[in-house]
C-alpha cells in the first residue's frame, strides 16, 4: 500500500534528492494546496514489495531413551513500501521514513529477520519402570531488527520532525554545526566511520531499515517429569527457565532494539545558501545545519552558513 497527502506542494529538492513540501527546519513549514485544510490521505494499491523465506535443517526424532534435537537455519528477505502497522492512514503516511514522503521507494521492511537460527537438543531417561524424566535445551539466534537513522528536525518540511532519513556527510563542508556541539566534525565522522550501516552511505540519503540492532542469544531451559499413572495414563510435569544466558550473566541474553524502529543521530536546524565570490552565478546545492548530539542529539541556532555549489 502506498499512501499519499495530496495537500502538499512539492517545492523544490535538496541534498541527496531529498524531496521538500515547504520550508525545511527544525519544525519546518509545510506548502499546501488549499490552506483551509490539513491532510488529506490518499490509499493507493502498489505492486512493490516481496518477502522471500529459504529454511534448512536437520533432526534426530524424539528417542524411548538418549539424545534427540534438531537444528535449522532460515533465510529471509523482505521489502516494502510501507510497513502500514496503524490503524490510522495519516500515521502509515507520517511515520514512512522516505526521501520523498509521497514517493516512498522500496526498503527492508520493519519485520523482517535476515538470518535465524533455531535449534534444540533433549536427552530422555526413564527409571522404575513408571518414572522418565527429559532434559532440552532451547537456542534462538536471529539478527536483530531493523532500524533507520533519522533527523530529530523537519528536513522535508512535510509537517513531521521524527521521519527524515540523515544525509551523511561525505566531507566537512557538507555540514554547519551549531556553537553547542564542540565536537563538530572530528566527532560525528569518528562516529560515522565506526557504523558500516553510516559509512557505507557516504554522501547519500540511508535507505529505509538500512541499519541493524545487534545479533540476539536466548537459550532456554526445560524439564519433563513424567509418572505414569493408571494403565496408559501418565502425568506430566513441566519447568522451564527462559533466558538461561541472562541467569548466567546479567550482560548475556539481552534483546536491544530501537524504538518505532528509527534512531535520531543528530538535531536538523535548516538548509541554507551562502552567497560569496566563489558561488556567483552558480547554481548551489544547500547544505545541512545540524549538530551531534551529546552522543548525537543536541542543536541550537548558529549566524553562519555554508553551501557546497555545483556549475550551473
Known amino acids: 500500500m502506498v499512501f499519499e497527502n495530496l495537500n502538499i506542494v512539492r517545492t523544490g529538492t535538496a541534498q541527496g534528492g531529498r524531496v521538500l513540501y515547504g520550508t525545511p527546519s ?13 491532510n488529506a490521505i490518499l490509499l493507493k494499491n502498489t505492486d512493490k514489495g516481496y518477502s522471500t523465506s529459504l529454511t534448512v535443517g536437520v533432526q534426530r526424532e524424539a528417542q524411548a531413551e538418549g539424545l534427540s534435537g534438531a537444528l535449522f537455519y532460515t533465510w529471509n528477505r523482505a521489502e516494502n513500501v510501507n510497513n ?10 507520517q511515520y514512512n521514513e522516505a526521501r520523498d514522503v509521497n514517493n516512498p521507494e522500496l526498503g527492508t521492511a520493519d519485520f523482517e529477520v535476515r538470518h535465524r537460527i533455531l535449534a534444540h537438543l ?3 531417561v526413564r527409571y522404575q519402570q513408571r518414572f522418565a524424566t527429559t532434559v532440552t535445551l532451547i537456542y534462538e539466534g536471529r539478527s536483530g531488527s531493523p532500524f533507520t537513522w533519522i533527523y530529530n528536525g523537519n528536513a522535508n518540511a512535510d509537517t513531521r520532525r521524527d521521519n527524515d532519513p540523515i544525509y551523511v556527510p561525505a566531507s566537512p563542508d557538507e555540514i554547519v554545526f551549531t556553537s553547542d556541539s564542540p565536537g563538530g566534525w572530528d566527532e560525528l565522522n569518528a562516529f560515522i566511520e565506526s557504523e558500516p550501516s553510516l559509512r557505507k552511505y557516504r554522501g547519500q540519503i540511508v535507505p529505509r531499515n538500512s541499519a541493524r540492532a545487534p545479533w540476539r542469544n536466548l537459550l532456554d531451559l526445560q524439564v519433563l517429569q513424567e509418572v505414569q499413572t493408571l494403565g496408559t495414563q501418565r502425568l506430566e510435569i513441566t519447568a522451564t527457565l527462559l533466558n ?18 528509527t534512531v535520531r543521530l543528530m538535531d536538523f536546524q535548516a538548509t541554507t545558501i551562502r552567497a560569496g565570490p566563489s558561488c556567483a552565478s552558480r547554481r548551489c546545492r544547500t547544505g545541512t545545519i545540524c549538530s551531534s548530539r551529546t552522543t548525537w542529539l543536541r542543536a541550537g541556532s548558529s549566524s553562519s552558513v555554508c553551501a557546497t555549489c555545483s556549475n550551473a
Not at 502500514?84 to 503516511?93: D, G, K, L, V
Open 26 to 38: 527544525f519544525n519546518g513549514s509545510t506548502a499546501r494546496k488549499d490552506p483551509r485544510f490539513t
Open 244 to 261: 538461561v544466558l541472562n541467569l548466567l550473566n546479567s550482560d548475556w541474553g539481552k534483546v536491544r532494539y530501537t524504538l518505532f524502529d
Open 84 to 93: 502500514a502497522t496503524s490503524s490510522r492512514a495519516i500515521s502509515n503516511w
Open 122 to 124: 533433549s536427552y530422555r
